[in-house]
């Protein structure tokens, strides 16, 4: 058994392998760059190396650096996790001159997997399943349309030495083909330096389904069942699970047998995945094989009861296969959701800030080979990130990993449903009430899958939004009461907000906002400091504070017992109530005290982000909806235009600058 290694990764990844490293006694190394100096990854390895500025392509793309690193720790291997240098056949052929052990496939069948094109033809000669399709050298426009033509439409163009969901187009007729392929290989040599595309059908309602593949050096190799992965947006896994709903027995060991064929046709060694698009008739075709562990792979252990990075480790110290495919079981359902910090409402923006709070389910810390075990916890949280902790404009914009187990899809359905409500996320926007939102659905929930259901069900994932309830006004209005109370303390009585007035009563309105629009409550002060009459839409409520823990409310509402979790976030009141979260904006009159609507625009981010272009100058006049500046993020743009005709009295950012999101970026005076 290897005896040190070194990680080149960072977040959940590096956690998660380093877990498995100290539980069989590895020693680990890990590597960091400016931004991930104080990291969680860090802190749990045994020692740690600096690679370099906060871009990955100064840091953690620095193949270099990361064997470097490895030699002067005295690492014997080096796991790659995945992203980055995972599937970088020069790094691992560039470990194995070093004299490390690279923890995956050997560089050559990384290569012969590494193009779409290339890995079809090994695939056809397997008797791999193929999707109908030219996977061919010859790239001439007019040669392709006429191979489209051939296939049928709708067609799919797809970059040859892609992922990721870029460089694919979906043709519907023959006289689009052009057009589309021109766009689809300027994406493709801007994305990954090559135009190469190849042209297949285009499925209508297809399943993503792959199947976990593992081999060894002795010859041996199994499959580790399957996972369904179609609930993807923009080609972008969004839950993942296993087994997949509806597969029978005998599909799942043609596929299975399929997967292992095409691993055994590179001379595989290792943890892989071997993707298939799946037809809703039962058939399937080869798509593509991912030479390293996947994210989500934690769905197959929590079914299997198998540690796959540790299999990863002794197949790397030389070891066969721990188990044979006839040792191999499914136990029960398990479903993987991925916690991003983005905002789903703004087409997935992502979001960059600081983890101001940040409470999850109760979660075992993952232990598949305890003594006595016999089923894994029902909830499991990987993650790379803690409370306080930053989410940065550098990296994927990942908070966490949800897993959950279940005896069967029913029960893995309600655990994650549980374990959802539960996060509590305060800081940054997530993606957590869109989740909510897709597991509950009628769709997912009834295992009506395919890639296309984000985009089938978009009105039910994205309604409009309701106006906030009188629940929910009222523990956003007792939170404040509350705040005000704590920070009065012991006051002498003319300093006190509880209320009091030597002749009549305290009547008093607070204004709040959300998505829905704005909301007033009016309270009058009942008179011992914790009752109060609320007055919403003209009807009138009693409430009484009944007791308030930390962030902890419980408080009666016209008789009925309310109990929510509510953090204060400047102006933003996050509202947890155990089934979802709502933000309400306060509009504090104190804050705001001195301030005049006519002072100026106050031109703001929309979404975190890098200034990329200026496109006014200080003290130029320009009209309504003229392009001020463009922003980037995850490589989308946006333009900043002017709200109205006037004059940009300053630029607060130059062109580089990284902005969060709500960040005054100029300063406008309308004419």
């Known amino acids: 058994m290897l005896n040190k290694i070194l990680i080149a990764n960072r977040g959940e990844i590096a956690c998660r392998v380093a877990a498995t490293a100290r539980r069989l006694g590895i020693a680990t190394v890990a590597v960091y760059s400016d931004a991930d100096a104080h990291a969680k990854h860090v802190q749990s390895c045994d020692e740690s190396v600096r690679l370099g500025p906060a871009p990955a392509k100064e840091s953690y793309l620095c193949g270099d650096k990361i064997i470097a690193a490895a030699l002067a720790t005295g690492a014997q291997a080096i796991h790659p996790g995945y992203g980055f240098l995972s599937e970088n056949a020069e790094f691992a052929q560039a470990c194995a001159d070093a004299g490390l052990v690279f923890i995956g496939p050997p560089a050559s069948a990384i290569r012969a997997m590494g193009s779409k094109s290339a890995a079809k033809a090994l695939m056809e000669k397997a008797a791999v399943p193929l999707v109908p399709g030219y996977h061919g050298e010859r790239q001439e426009s007019g040669f392709l349309r006429a191979e489209a033509d051939r296939i049928g439409y709708p067609v799919l163009l797809k970059a040859s030495a892609g992922g990721g969901g870029k460089g694919m187009r979906v043709v519907e007729r023959s006289e689009d083909f052009e057009a589309a392929l021109a766009s689809c290989k300027r994406e493709a040599i801007s994305s990954f330096g090559d135009d190469r595309v190849l042209v297949e059908k285009y499925l209508t309602r297809p399943r993503h389904i792959e199947i976990q593949v593992f081999a060894d050096t002795h010859g041996n190799c199994v499959y580790l069942f399957e996972r369904d992965c179609s609930v993807q947006r923009r080609h972008q896994k969004v839950l993942e699970e296993a087994p997949a709903p509806g597969m029978t027995a005998e599909r799942r060991a043609a596929m299975g047998d399929a997967a292992v064929a095409a691993a055994r046709a590179v001379g ?201 309830s009188i629940d929910t006004l009222a523990l956003a209005a007792a939170a404040l009461l509350q705040g005000e109370a704590q920070a009065a303390g012991d006051a002498d009585p003319w300093s006190s907000t509880h209320g009091w007035r030597l002749n009549g009563k305290l009547l008093r309105t607070l204004e709040f906002s959300d998505q829905a629009g704005p909301a007033a409550l009016q309270l009058e002060y009942a008179g011992d400091g914790s009752s109060w009459r609320l007055l919403a839409n003209g009807i009138d409520h009693a409430m009484r504070i009944e007791s308030a823990d930390g962030s902890t409310l419980r408080l009666s509402l016209d008789g009925r017992v309310l109990q929510a979790d509510v953090v204060r976030e400047g102006e933003l009141l996050h509202v947890f109530d155990g089934r979802m979260q709502y933000s309400l904006r306060y509009a504090d009159p104190m804050a705001h005290a001195g301030h005049s609507e006519t002072e100026g625009g106050r031109l703001t981010a929309p979404m975190p982000g890098k200034i990329v272009a200026i496109l006014a100058q200080k003290g130029s006049s320009v009209e309504k909806g003229a392009p001020l500046l463009i922003m980037e993020a995850m490589k989308m743009e946006h333009t900043i235009t002017a709200p109205a005709g006037g004059t940009v009295e300053d630029m607060l950012y130059a062109v580089g600058d990284q902005v969060a999101e709500g960040a005054q970026l100029l300063e406008f005076k309308a004419a």
């Open 268 to 468: 595989y060694v290792g943890a892989g995945t071997v993707e298939f698009i799946a037809n809703q008739d039962g058939s399937f075709y080869f798509m593509e094989m991912n030479t390293r562990l996947q994210v989500e792979h934690p769905v197959t252990e929590m079914i299997t009861g198998q540690d796959l990075v540790e299999w990863q480790l002794r197949v790397a110290s030389g070891e066969a296969l721990p188990l044979e495919q006839e040792q191999l079981r499914i136990n029960g359902h398990a479903i993987e959701a991925r916690i991003y910090a983005e905002n789903p409402e703004k087409g997935f923006l992502p979001s960059i800030g600081t983890l101001a709070r940040m409470r999850t389910a109760s979660a075992v810390e993952f232990r598949l080979h305890e003594a006595g075990a016999t089923q894994p916890a029902a909830v499991r949280i990987d993650s790379g990130v803690r409370e306080g902790d930053a989410i940065s404009p550098f990296y994927d914009p990942m908070i966490a990993k949800l897993i959950v187990w279940g005896a069967d899809r029913e029960a893995a359905l309600r655990n994650m449903s549980r374990a959802l409500a539960q996060y509590q996320v305060v800081g940054l926007a997530t993606n957590i009430g869109f989740l909510q939102r897709l597991v509950s659905g009628a769709a997912f929930s009834q295992a009506d899958l395919d890639t296309g259901l984000i985009e089938r069900h978009h009105d039910a994932l994205f309604p409009a939004p309701a106006p906030a």
